[in-house]
């Protein structure tokens, strides 16, 4: 039980520690194994894994990445931007190795039990399968980083998705030197995790304990 608490708490999103070493097959295959095993609405299991490791894809999805960057930077000014332009929002071509997870929300039939109140079930789904292979890469001794900076439409084409998968992580995978102690948006000064009891409510949400949106 400890070492599941070490890894859960061990684990980072992944920039600049990549290695650009490969994964060796034999742990690839544990890793999705894992991812595989997660819980799904309805054992829908509604995930995709696509496995990216051509020069001209990783180029062509860092490119986007970056323009999408800059668009977001744009909107910063002051202080905000100066500690956005400290940070590296991704890993692509360092990790060598994308895995483009996408959520098929027509996996498990017309009717998936469990998922006619909540539809987003199916894509909470697809969530439960990141974290596990999160979890599964950290104990492996690798980096994973999970790129946001994206339009899906490009994504989507970009690898193929039929237009009834939806594109819902670009994770980098790979060997990394090592793992930070402190998250690098906490340890450049973006955001700092908030305590336990701020978040935990008794009964009822309680106001008094909401933390600042801002």
């Given amino acids: 039980m400890t070492d599941l608490y070490d890894v859960i708490h061990r684990?980072?999103?992944?920039?600049?520690?990549?290695?650009?070493?490969?994964?060796?097959?034999?742990?690839?295959q544990r890793v999705l194994a894992a991812a595989h095993a997660a819980?799904?609405?309805?054992m829908s299991q509604p995930w995709d894994f696509i496995l990216v490791r051509s020069p001209a894809t990783l180029d062509a999805f860092a490119?986007?990445?970056?323009?999408e960057r800059d668009v977001f930077a744009a909107r910063l000014d002051g202080e905000r931007a100066e500690t956005f332009a400290r940070i590296k929002i991704e890993g692509i071509r360092e990790s060598g190795l994308?895995?483009?997870?996408?959520?098929?929300?027509?996996?498990?039939?017309?009717?998936?039990l469990g998922r006619h109140a909540i539809d987003d079930a199916g894509l909470y789904s697809v969530v439960c399968a990141i974290q596990n292979l999160w979890l599964a890469a950290t104990a492996e001794g690798l980096g994973v980083g999970w790129v946001s900076f994206y339009r899906e439409e490009f994504l989507a084409e970009?690898?193929?998705?039929?237009?009834?998968?939806?594109?819902?992580?670009w994770l980098c995978l790979g060997p990394v030197a090592d793992l930070p102690d402190t998250p690098d948006l906490e340890r450049y000064g973006w955001r700092?995790?908030?305590?336990?009891?701020?978040v935990v409510h008794d009964e009822r949400y309680d106001l008094r304990r909401a933390t600042p949106t801002a």
Avoid: K, N
């Fill in 192 to 198: 700092h995790r908030d305590p336990l009891h701020a």
């Fill in 158 to 169: 970009l690898v193929g998705l039929p237009v009834h998968v939806r594109p819902v992580a």
């Fill in 11 to 28: 684990r980072r999103d992944t920039r600049r520690e990549f290695t650009g070493q490969p994964v060796a097959p034999a742990v690839l």
């Fill in 98 to 112: 994308g895995v483009v997870v996408g959520y098929d929300a027509a996996r498990g039939g017309a009717h998936v």
């Fill in 39 to 42: 819980p799904s609405v309805g």
């Fill in 63 to 67: 490119d986007h990445v970056r323009a």
